[in-house]
């Protein structure tokens, strides 16, 4: 059976040439990077090189580069870390209603410690507006924190203009990069972030590997309390082929990135104008401002997890929101923020594209998409009268407007 | 222990929130390059280099100036004297 796998913002496979920067670490290189060896000094040497290589891909010093062990523990790490140094100018921190969970459920530990929170609206598309959030602000404000790209939704947010407001008004930024390192182009100078979290995974690295840039000079609380590791920032014995795993992708998604964008647009164009001929199935997320590789939709009457079924067994892999909230059951806190009623919200389908998809796997996937469509609609108490689309909205509104 | 204010610093290292023992590894490594008779600044919020830092200085033959408070963290000043490190 043909497989093809559109779920590139859950995971990504390994590069072949990450696995083989990563296995001397597993190998014959198992030293601790602490001892004062050679066998340490290799895994030394091997950390200190990938972090030049993510270094590189956001434009950074490789000092301001602090390893972690995934791209929620970068989340946690920069929210917490900067609230709580920053805990006596201010108990007031900005994020939107489109982050991740690393992201809001940080916030919420912070407001049961004391903090205050804002959780900016976002307009259909999923866009913070950076007036709001200018408009937000208080004296107490310390942090603001807004994702460089939903991966639920795919928006692409105005983080540049974000930034600029924060700088302005002396308040430390963050935005986390998890789904736009390595897939789109990402510099920390000219983005004006103080902070940007990443993973691995997202770009052919390995799972288990994640970074925080943080600029220099800038204060931050540890997460994970210790040993010296990472400059005293980041304790415990760092997972080296990991590590080295995740300099070896940096350094080919910096290469290949122009290569790797233009495949997947030309792919996600074609699977969004495919599956908007399907009647009564919107695009969520912007129609322009979006992830190259990203197509996301709602489909009326029918639920994300019965599409994802029957989907597999046909050998083709998507999700239904992100892939926390979807195996939760419940709707997605982000497409309801957009104003997407509940019960569309349950009919979530994102596609994420990859180096490893074709043309082929597109028109697989267009083929046999339509027909899963109308069979699950047959079975769908809700789908009588289904041709009138849903209220306010009927056939020929392609893109969800709210 | 030895309180001075104002003291002019050639160099500063700001590990505030770092974990121990940084004030040491880092205290080690910028008197390393500084020129002998300039002074290091070195931010930190970890009480314990209250006892740490002074001792570094009688053991490796460094000057402790002194150190300063701020809001939530201390100032330490270092001198490299000359025929050490």
């Known amino acids: 059976m043909t497989k093809c796998y559109f779920d590139h913002v859950a995971t990504n496979p390994l590069d072949p040439e990450v696995l083989n920067a990563m296995m001397p670490y597993f190998k014959e290189d198992f030293g601790n990077p602490l001892s004062v060896y050679d066998l340490g000094m290799r895994a030394r040497d091997a950390i200190e090189k990938a972090r030049t290589g993510v270094a590189t891909l956001i434009n950074a010093k490789p000092s301001a580069v602090v390893f972690t062990a995934s791209g929620a523990e970068a989340n946690n790490f920069a929210l917490r870390g900067i609230a709580l140094a920053k805990q006596n100018h201010g108990k007031h921190v ?6 991740h969970h690393s992201i809001l459920n940080s916030a919420r530990f912070l ?101 925080l840039y ?32 995740m300099g070896k992708a940096a350094e080919l998604a910096k290469s ?27 695009l969520t997320g912007h129609p322009e401002k979006r992830l190259p590789h990203h197509a996301s939709f709602v489909v009326e009457f029918i639920e994300g997890e019965a599409m994802l079924l029957m989907l597999s067994m046909k050998g083709m892999y998507a999700a239904s929101g992100s892939a926390c909230s979807s195996k939760a059951l419940k709707s997605s806190p982000v497409l309801l923020s957009l ?60 893109c969800y407007t709210g | 222990m030895k309180f001075v204010h104002g003291v002019k610093a050639d160099i500063t290292a700001d590990i505030v929130y770092m974990m ?10 910028m008197v390393r390059s500084l020129e002998n008779g300039q002074v290091l600044e070195i931010l930190t919020d970890y009480d314990g280099a209250l006892e740490d830092i002074p001792q570094w200085c009688v053991r490796t033959g460094n000057e402790f100036v002194g150190m300063d408070e701020d809001e939530d963290y201390y100032k330490f000043y270092v001198r490299k004297a000359g025929n050490v490190q």
């Open chain 1, 94 to 99: 900005i994020v939107s209603k489109v982050e």
């Open chain 1, 111 to 211: 407001e049961k410690n004391g903090f205050v929170v804002t959780y900016l609206p976002v307009d259909k598309h999923g866009l913070v507006n950076p007036d709001t959030v200018k408009n937000s602000i208080t004296k107490e404000t310390v942090l603001i924190s807004i994702t460089h790209a939903s991966s639920e939704i795919g928006t692409i947010e105005p983080i540049k203009e974000i930034a600029k407001t924060a700088k302005e008004n002396n308040i430390v930024f963050h935005a986390d990069g998890v789904a736009t390192v390595g897939n789109i182009p990402v510099d920390v100078n000219d983005l004006g972030v103080d902070l940007l979290s990443m993973a691995a995974h997202q770009f052919y690295g390995p799972k288990g590997a994640g970074a």
């Open chain 1, 214 to 245: 943080v600029r220099e000079g800038l204060r931050i609380v540890p997460l994970v309390y210790g040993g010296i590791q990472e400059g005293g920032r980041r304790a415990g014995t760092e997972n080296v082929p990991a590590i080295a795993g």
């Open chain 1, 256 to 282: 290949e990135l122009d290569k790797r964008m233009e495949h997947s647009k030309k792919l996600r164009d074609r699977i969004i104008e495919g599956i908007l001929k399907i009647p009564n199935v919107y």
């Open chain 1, 339 to 398: 104003g997407v009623p509940t019960a569309l919200a349950q009919g979530s389908i994102v596609f994420s594209l990859g180096a490893g998809n074709t043309v082929e796997d597109v028109d697989y996937l267009l083929g046999e998409f339509p027909p899963i469509i109308n069979r699950l609609r047959e079975m769908s108490p809700f789908a009588k009268g289904w041709g009138k689309g849903f209220e306010g909205h009927g056939e020929g509104e392609k």
């Open chain 2, 20 to 29: 121990c023992p940084m004030h040491l590894l880092k205290l080690d490594e």
